[in-house]
């Protein structure tokens, strides 16, 4: 039997099993690639919050990614919690040297807005990260942050989408998630627009759908697929995973990286 095709995750583990590098092993897994790893940080973490961030020593990220990359090699690379900026220019620089798409996913806070990334470390995502995307998937939180654009409506997203693409990134996607009504993300290299639409879940169970549509875009481009093709197949796959989200622990539950896995009884 022939290999799937390889994708990278370098990102931070989240012990709840809902984000992080757990969510984008398994949305790999139900995407039918093979889901590789390099940790950047331990979070101690649940549905409630994030109790505590350790992060790893840079040396050891290189070597993870040297590990992987040297061996069994990749075909798609996707970034999430970077945690400081000494991580950050250390990941840009290992990306800029692998021939292989990367899928920028730039964490900035958890969903209970718990710091994952060093305030201290923008200047790096701004001037190193960005630049070396093929896609990158800010929310509208990191948008503010990154570029000052505040979105107030979906009227506000081509604004918000040419003032990242000035760092660099190859595509944007923005993610409107954060805004009401359907959900409605804009996916531009600037010339070419693609408004990704799909039906709000009325579902408070969600930790983790960053990662996910990050990592899945990450997998659809691993396997062939164009930009607008794995990002709209990603938009899907996120939509139906949100639809399904299941409640775990007191606070925000998981979405449901299985649901497209499941033989309907
Ligand atoms: N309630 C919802 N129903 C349907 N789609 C949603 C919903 N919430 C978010 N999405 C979609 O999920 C994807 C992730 O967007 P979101 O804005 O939630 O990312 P994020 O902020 O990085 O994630 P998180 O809020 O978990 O940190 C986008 O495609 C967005 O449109
Ligand atoms: C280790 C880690 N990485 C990322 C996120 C953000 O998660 P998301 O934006 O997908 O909900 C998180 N909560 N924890």
């Known amino acids: 039997m022939s290999a799937p095709p390889r994708v990278l995750t370098v990102a931070g583990s989240d ?12 949305a790999m897994l139900a995407l039918g690639v093979h889901g590789m790893s390099v940790l950047t940080a331990v979070t101690a973490q649940n549905s409630l919050g994030v109790q505590g961030a350790w992060e790893l020593p840079v040396e ?3 070597a993870q990614y040297r590990s992987v990359v040297d061996d069994i090699g990749v075909q798609a690379v996707k970034t999430g919690m970077l945690s400081s900026a000494e991580l950050v220019e250390a ?7 692998t021939d292989a798409p990367a899928v920028v996913d730039p964490v900035g806070v958890s969903k209970h807005g718990d710091p994952l990334l060093a305030a201290s470390a923008l200047d790096s995502v701004r001037t190193a990260l960005l630049p070396v995307a093929t896609v990158a998937t800010p929310n509208l939180d990191e948008v503010a942050q990154l570029t000052g654009v505040r979105v107030g409506s979906q009227a506000d997203l081509r604004r918000a989408a040419e003032a990242v693409l000035e760092f660099g990134p190859r595509w944007v996607v923005i993610k409107g998630g954060h805004l009401s009504g359907d959900a409605v993300d804009l996916l531009t290299d600037g010339s070419e627009e693609h408004w990704l639409r799909a ?3 009325d579902n408070r169970h969600t930790h983790g759908t ?9 997998s659809h481009l691993a ?10 197949a990603a938009k899907d796959y996120v939509t139906g995973a949100i639809a399904a989200g299941f409640a775990l622990g007191a606070g925000i539950g998981p979405v449901d990286h299985a649901w497209n896995l499941r033989v309907p009884r």
């Open 15 to 26: 012990s709840g099993g809902g984000a992080g590098i757990q969510a984008d092993l398994k």
């Open 60 to 62: 050891a990220v290189r």
């Open 91 to 97: 990941v840009a620089d290992l990306i800029a040297g």
């Open 199 to 201: 039906p709000r879940h």
């Open 210 to 218: 960053g990662c996910t549509l990050a990592s899945a875009i990450a």
């Open 223 to 232: 396997k062939g697929h164009s930009v607008p093709e794995a990002v709209t």
